[in-house]
Nanobody, 124 residues
């Protein structure tokens, strides 16, 4: 599975962005899909995950209530809608795919495919 993330850019605090992750090479319907982010000098941080069917979603505490993850398996696409952005949301955002979905979804080691990342910059 090849993952291509896009949609990043520069936005003012309080604004919105929608990230997309398009998969190719194999259907994503058998994978849980997640977004992680990594700010300069920091470890990669879990942002959101969605189960195979889309029936279950979980979010990192710092984005809960502001970000929404969704997917369309027919389009092999996962989205991350980001609202009320804050300067601390500035990071490179990565999409990732895992054959599992469970209590370990926050662990980067559970994901077998990664996109190349898209940069989100939020100005104050």
């Amino acid at each position: 599975v090849q993952l291509q993330a896009s949609g990043g850019g520069l936005v003012q605090a309080g604004g919105s962005l929608r990230l997309s992750c398009v998969a190719s090479g194999r259907t994503i319907s058998m994978y849980s899909m997640a977004w992680f982010r990594q700010a300069p000098g920091k470890e990669r941080e879990f942002v959101a995950v969605i189960s195979w069917s889309g029936g279950s979603r979980n979010y990192g505490d710092s984005v809960k209530g502001r970000f929404t993850i969704s997917r369309d398996n027919a389009k092999s696409t996962v989205w991350l809608q980001m609202n009320t952005l804050k300067p601390e949301d500035t990071a490179v955002y990565y999409c990732a795919a895992s054959p599992d979905y469970g209590p370990t979804y926050r662990q980067t080691s559970k994901y077998v495919y990664w996109g190349q990342g898209t940069l989100v910059t939020v100005s104050s």
